[in-house]
């Protein structure tokens, strides 16, 4: 049979696509039900599709108030849609299979393996079964330990909401509950002095966004810091840098007005929602430039490989920084904790980089033409969306559907991974192996 004939098999990231489309757009079909919006009339197609897409890619951007807007049914189902999305939609199906007792095959466990970012196809299904096992502790645990707060203020509602901001701070996803007619898109500046909400918040956030494999290196090893793997050390070191520079920094800079206790506990939570969650309990508006310049750093930046964050990762920051001291020394290679990164980590995280700003900016320009906003405004947001990050100087509710179409685009990009939407669409069976001539060129 000419090979030409035989069926074309589809790629593992040509799969993880498709899986998330097809959730994003099941979610936007069923949140156009009437029973989904307070007011029971059918909600635009735009609209449902932006919400779903920002549920799916744990974004947290949204056009329409989600504690005013949805009904319990449609937030349900974004909640759905946040945890699909946070764990991936790979992950999702693995578990349905193994609670079917089906086997799993093993081109489904190479999909898998490339959805969590695992380093090999081994074990995979073991560790999709600590991820699920450790979500639901975790997810559980946060949601008990906000209850006392927002029972208090809400009532029986007060468990919904528990429930609902728990597993949306650890997918960071940035989606709340707090807003009211006359305050909406409030996020949780309602609770900005609250200790017990900010810490529990920040809690679940960093640890969603640290990574899988870095959970599992905790469990395992413990304080034994040396077994860790080298990611997992990378990890651990660029996220705590990233926190707690920027959180001085915030403080040093913006919300002077505050109270000296509030002023520190806001710095700090405005320092981890970056990483990718989106909530905020301070007003992002009255930040000064440099301020809201640092916040877009951030959330380009994003979480770790395999967690439910999204953005370019720490790891690609770290790469970078290491291999720049490298060249400054003028080593081959760069190094970290004993170890030689691969030069194949060097081109993938430069590329990755690359390809986050020119998106962020391209898309910023263009809705800055399109709307006739500030440009520093618009990149403020378009870093949000393509970082999956979900913080918002309040632009988002009030642009055109053009503009929408462009953050949903950056969104699902921001989630997938720009990389994982080249694979799918230019991945090649036939590798080549030929190489061309050598020439060398000059550089910096």
Not at 72 to 77: D, T
Not at 83 to 96: D, E, K, N, S, Y
Not at 206 to 235: A, C, M, N, P
Not at 283 to 289: I, Y
Request: glycine share 10%; hydrophobic share 50%.
């Amino acid at each position: 049979m000419n090979s030409t004939a035989k069926k074309r098999r589809l790629t593992s990231f040509q799969i993880i696509i498709l899986g998330f489309l097809g959730v994003i757009f099941a979610g936007a079909l069923i949140l156009m039900l009437p029973i989904s919006s307070r007011s029971g009339i059918v909600t635009p197609f735009n609209q449902t599709l932006f919400t779903a897409t920002s549920a799916v890619c744990v974004t947290g951007l949204v056009v329409q108030d989600t504690a005013t807007y949805w009904t319990e049914f449609g937030q349900a189902v974004i909640l759905v849609l946040i945890q699909i999305g946070g764990l991936g939609v790979m992950t999702m199906v693995a578990t349905v299979a193994m609670l079917s007792g089906r086997k799993i095959s093993f081109g489904q466990r190479s999909t898998m393996q490339n959805a969590i970012s695992a380093p090999s196809v081994g074990g995979i299904v073991r560790m999709t079964r600590f991820v699920l096992k450790g979500t639901l502790i975790i997810e559980f645990a946060g949601a008990l330990a906000m209850s006392p707060v927002f029972i208090s203020d809400y009532g029986l509602r007060g468990i919904w909401m528990s429930i609902f901001h728990s597993i949306s701070a650890f997918c960071n996803a940035g989606f709340d509950l707090m807003g009211k007619p006359d305050s909406k898109f409030s996020s949780v500046t309602a609770y900005s002095a609250n200790p017990l909400i900010n810490i529990v918040l920040m809690l679940l956030i960093i640890v969603g966004g640290i990574g899988f494999l870095t959970w599992k290196d905790v469990v395992e090893h413990k304080f034994r810091l040396r077994r860790y793997r080298l990611q997992s050390k990378i990890v651990l070191v660029t996220s705590g840098v990233l926190i707690l520079i920027p959180a001085v920094l915030f403080f040093l800079n913006d919300f002077a007005d505050h109270p000296m206790g509030e002023r520190v506990l806001g710095s700090l939570f405005q320092s981890v929602t970056t990483r990718t969650a989106g909530f905020n309990s301070l007003d992002l508006g009255s930040m000064t430039v440099i301020g809201q310049a640092v916040f877009i750093g951030l959330m380009l930046v994003g979480g770790s490989p395999g967690s439910t964050a999204g953005g370019m990762k720490t790891t690609t920051i770290a790469v970078l920084f290491f291999n720049a001291i490298s060249i400054f020394r003028r080593k081959e290679d760069p190094e970290c904790f004993g170890r030689r990164l691969e030069s194949s980590a060097v081109k993938t995280a430069t590329t990755v980089f690359s390809l986050y700003i020119t998106l962020c900016f391209i898309s910023a320009a263009a809705i800055c033409m399109i709307e006739g906003l500030p440009f520093g405004v618009c990149l403020f947001e378009t870093a949000s969306a393509v970082g999956t990050v979900g913080c918002t100087l309040g632009i988002t509710p009030y642009i055109g559907i053009a503009s929408q179409i462009i953050l949903v685009v950056l969104m699902f990009l921001g989630r997938v991974g720009g990389l994982t939407v080249i694979y799918a669409a230019l991945s090649s069976p036939n590798k080549k192996l030929s190489k061309l001539p050598q020439e060398k060129i000059i550089v910096g």
